[in-house]
């Protein structure tokens, strides 16, 4: 079957919305930091009993990552670690993302009285522009 690219782009643009996503990947995060956490031995008990051979391989794989990280704390202890500073985000949306123009009085526009709609870059602008 002969594909066309931008008709399969087109099919798979609308089976997506990135609000949905950011929705549904929040609803997961959520999740996670309301569950109690595990002590290490808690959870090689449920990896071991993932099989008989997959179980203790996890288990492995777990053990070495767990002295990984002992040993990277142990190389650049947390008091060590400059804090990032919270980053501004409300002043960069001010700043990068202004809000649209206000659309031009009736009473000052030469175009007012012409019924015609809009160039289609300027829907496309305002379709695409988020505000908050």
């Not at 990947?25 to 031995?41: A, C, D, K, N, W």
């Not at 008990?45 to 492995?60: M, Q």
């Not at 040993?71 to 670690?81: D, K, N």
Request: glycine share 4%; charged share 20%; hydrophobic share 30%.
């Amino acid at each position: 079957k002969n594909v066309v690219p931008q008709q399969l782009h087109e099919e798979v643009r609308t089976m997506y919305s990135w609000d949905n996503v950011a929705e549904r990947t929040e609803v997961v995060y959520g999740r996670i930091e309301s569950m109690p956490s595990q002590s290490l031995m808690e959870r090689l008990r449920a990896f071991h009993e993932c099989g008989a051979w997959v179980g203790p391989l996890y288990c492995c794989v777990l053990g070495f990552m767990y002295l990984w990280w002992k040993f990277l704390e142990w190389c650049y202890p947390e008091h060590s670690i400059d804090i990032a500073p919270t980053f501004p985000y409300e002043t960069y949306i001010r700043r990068h993302h202004p809000p649209p123009p206000p659309p031009p009085s009736s009473s000052t526009s030469p175009l007012s009285s012409s019924s015609s709609p809009p160039p289609s870059s300027t829907i496309h602008l305002k379709r695409t522009m988020k505000t908050d």
